[in-house]
């Protein structure tokens, strides 16, 4: 499987920005998926992930209420629809997919593919 993550940009806080991860390959739709950011000189952190089917989703408390994961497996994409955007969202932000998770969702080791991630600015 391979990832594309786009959407990325810059927006003033409180704006928002959907980001997609095309994937290609035929069975992404067995694949739980995720979103992790990197802020600069931080380490890389967990922000939402989505089952297989959509069927379950989580968050890090720091995006609840504010970000939303979805998918459409007949596109194989996954889709993060970020809103009320705060400047501490600032971040480069990678989706990542595996089929059989061996750990929890909000575990990026567990997580064998990667897209190269993009870039959210927001600014005040």
């Known amino acids: 499987v391979q990832l594309q993550a786009s959407g990325g940009g810059l927006v003033q806080a409180g704006g928002s920005l959907r980001l997609s991860c095309a994937a290609s390959g035929r069975t992404f739709s067995s694949y739980a998926t995720a979103w992790f950011r990197q802020a600069p000189g931080k380490e890389r952190e967990f922000v939402t992930a989505i089952s297989w089917n959509g069927g379950s989703t989580y968050y890090a408390d720091s995006v609840k209420g504010r970000f939303t994961i979805s998918r459409d497996n007949a596109k194989n994409t996954v889709y993060l629809q970020m809103n009320s955007l705060k400047l501490e969202d600032t971040a480069v932000y990678y989706c990542?997919?595996?089929?059989?998770?061996?750990?929890?969702?909000?575990?990026?080791?567990?997580?064998?593919?990667w897209g190269q991630g993009t870039l959210v600015t927001v600014s005040s």
């Open positions: 990542a997919a595996d089929k059989y998770l061996r750990g929890t969702y909000d575990n990026a080791r567990v997580y064998e593919y």
